[in-house]
Nanobody, 121 residues
Framework: QVQLVESGGGLVQPGGSLRLSCAAS????????MGWHRQAPGKQRELVAR???????NYADSVKGRFTISRDNAKNTVYLQMNSLKVEDTAVYYC???????????????WGQGTQVTVSS
């Protein structure tokens, strides 16, 4: 079994910052790509940022220059530093990880439960 647990969401004013964390635990052999997606009310879930095991990153155009994704492979954790937050960044943020498990049936793509980020004055 594998679990992804997110933390760090909350309410912040426009221009503020938040840092999201997502820790993977359980029967993990190796984590591959990890990423953050978000879903705003009435909209489809969209990719925010992704990072490979080696540290290569890519970002949605809407967050480039404001958000930074990073990971700590020793802790099986991925982070999303969000600066200069805008009202339109309000959404539920989901962590995603592709991994191989200690058993073949544990391998695959996993999602966290989501954490709410609200940007409002």
């Amino acid at each position: 079994q594998v679990q992804l647990v997110e933390s760090g969401g909350g309410l912040v004013q426009p221009g503020g910052s938040l840092r999201l964390s997502c820790a993977a635990s359980g029967s993990i052999f190796r984590l591959y790509n990890m990423g953050w997606h978000r879903q705003a009310p009435g909209k489809q879930r969209e990719l925010v940022a992704r990072i490979t095991f080696g540290g290569n990153t890519n970002y949605a155009d809407s967050v480039k220059g404001r958000f930074t994704i990073s990971r700590d492979n020793a802790k099986n954790t991925v982070y999303l530093q969000m600066n200069s937050l805008k009202v339109e960044d309000t959404a539920v943020y989901y962590c995603n990880a592709a991994l191989s498990g200690t058993r073949p049936d544990y391998s695959g793509s996993y999602w966290g439960q989501g954490t709410q980020v609200t940007v409002s004055s």
